[in-house]
């Protein structure tokens, strides 16, 4: 792919933040973006890479009527021999066509998203952050922009792609955090976009999760649609429990996002010879479980936050505290390990770690 660049001139361009430890996550971009366009018939064309810009859309881009967008989230890790690397990225592009046909719209070839990626990076490399725990994360989208009212899929796409230094993404860092489970509305629907990463699902979650915050809560601990039972998600994380020696975490039943960093925690716990199980579990076993002390550890797993330790939750009025609401030692190994691993500081045993050429 032939990608004609546009760089910003040296003295327009935007001072970088010297506080990594404090960044406050998705306030700040950097200096340029990829676009990209598509349309039914023609296919993907004029690839570009511009400076940070505004979007122009017509009043009646599909998007904005019927919701048909896409996204992802990734990161680019600076490694003390100044290297950029970035961790899994071949699973967010499979994971990025999934959403694709689910959502309707136009697949992309991998080849061509890490291109972008790279390309992108090379031009903009200095906003990498260079101490551990800080990192540059990587946005691609993919929005319909024809301009039409009616409900069908879209003859025309944007696709675009930022990039912007990010730190901790909740403010306790890696301290446990509090959450909410709310059995009164609800994420998605088994049959529905669920695990598809699409805007109306984190839409669909705003309600809830100001509702948890008023109540002091971090987030939101999402059951199942249909009989308000099961637990699927947390926030915008997958979850896990220790229960005893067993790692348990919910199955992907088509209502929950398949996350990198829960692929990535179940192999590690594989490896170490952790039992480590996909199954439908209640919120009444996750109760009763913390009540008998054999739920040892509850953590949630996602790109942003990578690992974050759950104290303590709250259900109908009734909170409960996960052992002694402190970090377990398999959440603290979990993300000592998948760090070590994404800044080159521990051996990559599964091949994880992709080493852009910039």
């Not at 990039?163 to 993404?169: E, L, S």
């Not at 909740?170 to 990463?197: L, Q, T, W």
């Amino acid at each position: 792919m032939e990608i004609a660049v546009h760089p910003l001139e040296p003295d327009r361009r935007r001072p970088k933040p010297q506080d990594e430890k404090n960044l406050v996550f998705g306030r700040i971009f950097t200096d340029h973006m990829f676009m990209m366009d598509f349309v039914t018939g023609t296919g993907w064309h004029n690839p570009r890479i511009v400076p940070y810009q505004m979007l122009s859309m017509d009043p009646a881009a599909m998007v904005l009527h019927y919701g048909q967008g896409i996204f992802e989230g990734l990161k680019a890790y600076r490694w003390e021999n100044d290297k950029i690397c970035l961790f899994r990225s071949d699973q967010n592009w499979e994971r990025w066509n999934r959403s694709a046909r689910r959502m309707c719209m136009p697949e992309m070839d991998p080849a061509i998203q890490a291109q972008a990626v790279e390309e992108l990076l090379r031009l903009d490399k200095d906003w990498v952050p260079h101490s551990t725990g800080s990192s540059l994360y990587v946005r691609p989208t993919m929005i319909a922009n024809e301009p039409h009212l009616g409900v069908r899929p879209a003859d025309r796409y944007l696709y675009f792609l930022i990039t912007g230094p990010v730190a901790a993404y909740y403010a306790e860092g890696f301290n446990p955090v509090k959450i909410y489970v709310s059995d009164e509305y609800v994420r998605s629907v088994r049959g529905g976009v669920g695990e598809a990463k699409t805007m109306g699902n984190y839409a669909s979650s705003l309600y809830a999760a100001e509702i948890a915050k008023k109540k002091g809560f971090t987030q939101v601990l999402w059951l199942d649609a249909i009989e308000r039972r099961y637990v699927e998600e947390v926030g915008t994380s997958n979850i896990f429990f220790l229960i005893g020696d067993e790692l348990v975490t919910p199955a992907l039943s088509g209502s929950i996002l398949s996350g990198v960093t829960r692929d990535s925690v179940m192999k590690l716990a594989k490896h170490w010879g952790i039992t480590c199980v996909e199954r439908p579990i209640t919120i009444d076993e996750v109760m009763a479980k913390t009540k008998s002390g054999e739920l040892k550890e509850m953590f949630a797993t996602g790109t942003a936050a990578v690992v974050s330790p759950v104290g303590s939750f709250s259900f109908r009025e009734e909170s409960f505290t996960i052992g002694d609401g402190n970090v377990g030692a398999l959440s603290l190994r979990l993300y000592d390990e998948m760090i070590g691993i994404q800044y080159g500081q521990k051996e990559d045993i599964f091949g994880w770690i992709r080493q852009l050429n910039i």
